[in-house]
């Protein structure tokens, strides 16, 4: 299945590290400087980002507000320092507008020095661990 991934991630390459692990064939869109905006090819679109204040980074948010064709399948994939499911809000809400089908979502923890947490060395250090890496690749291979 012709499979794109449109994803942001700066911080740490957190979210990168996951989707370096996915087999040969997926083609990564970086949101900020992308090869393509026409995804009307794909059978499947991918949106993947680190989370920044509560939400996927605009980058990738814009990308889907206008370049998503209409109806298209979609999937979300986050690393964040913490898991909560409404990281995933506004993302979903820009690819309603598309008419899109969620196929489902991922999301684990990543490596976090954002402000204050420097100074303690950070959170979620060591994410995504291996586990981590290799249960994402379980969650792709499972998507229909
Ligand atoms: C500016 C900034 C804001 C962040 N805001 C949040 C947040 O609201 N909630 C959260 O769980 N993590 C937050 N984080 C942590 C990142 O989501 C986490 O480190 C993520 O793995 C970064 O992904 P990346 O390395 O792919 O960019 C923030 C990090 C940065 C740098």
Do not use: W
Request: glycine share 10%; proline share 4%; charged share 20%.
């Amino acid at each position: 299945m012709a499979t794109a991934i449109v994803y942001y991630s700066k911080h740490h390459g957190n979210t990168k590290k996951l989707l370096d692990a996915l087999p040969g064939g997926v083609v990564l869109i970086d949101a900020e400087n992308p090869s393509t905006t026409d995804l009307s090819a794909f059978d499947r679109v991918g949106f993947a980002s680190g989370i920044y204040a509560g939400s996927f980074a605009r980058q990738v948010m814009r990308f889907a507000q206008e370049h998503l064709p209409e109806r298209k399948p979609v999937f979300f994939v986050a690393t964040a320092a913490m898991k909560l499911k409404s990281h995933f809000t506004g993302i979903t809400h820009a690819c309603e507008q598309r008419r899109a089908v969620l196929l489902g979502s991922y999301i684990c923890q990543g490596f976090n020095t954002y402000g204050p947490f420097k100074l303690v060395g950070g959170t979620s250090k060591g994410h995504p661990t291996q586990k981590e890496i290799n249960e994402f690749l379980a969650f792709y291979n499972a998507l229909r």
